[in-house]
């Protein structure tokens, strides 16, 4: 599926297709019963993780592995590892 909409004009089929596609999940969306609509939304609002937690858990990993040094020449020393997390 193209999302090309300002470059190319979208042809007869493609409007078509995409009007079926919106029809048929405003029809399944009325078939599915709301409470079991509104019980997954909130399933999936309570699972999201703070962004303070993200970021710590990306600290945590970035401090967990070691930086690794690698000399490649006598006054040049390469340095690798995970970036810094401040």
Do not use: C
């Not at 509104?38 to 309570?46: F, H, L, M, N, V």
């Not at 993200?54 to 070691?66: C, D, E, T």
């Amino acid at each position: 599926m193209k999302y090309n909409f300002l470059q190319k004009q979208s042809s007869r089929r493609e409007m078509l297709r995409g009007s079926v596609r919106l029809a048929g999940s405003a029809f399944l969306a009325h078939l599915l019963p709301a409470t079991l609509l509104r019980a997954s939304a909130a399933s999936y609002a309570q699972q999201a993780p703070s962004a303070a937690d993200l970021v710590a858990s990306m600290r945590a990993k970035f401090n967990a592995a070691p930086i690794q040094t690698q000399k490649l020449a006598n006054n040049v020393t390469m340095f690798s590892g995970p970036a810094e997390a401040w």
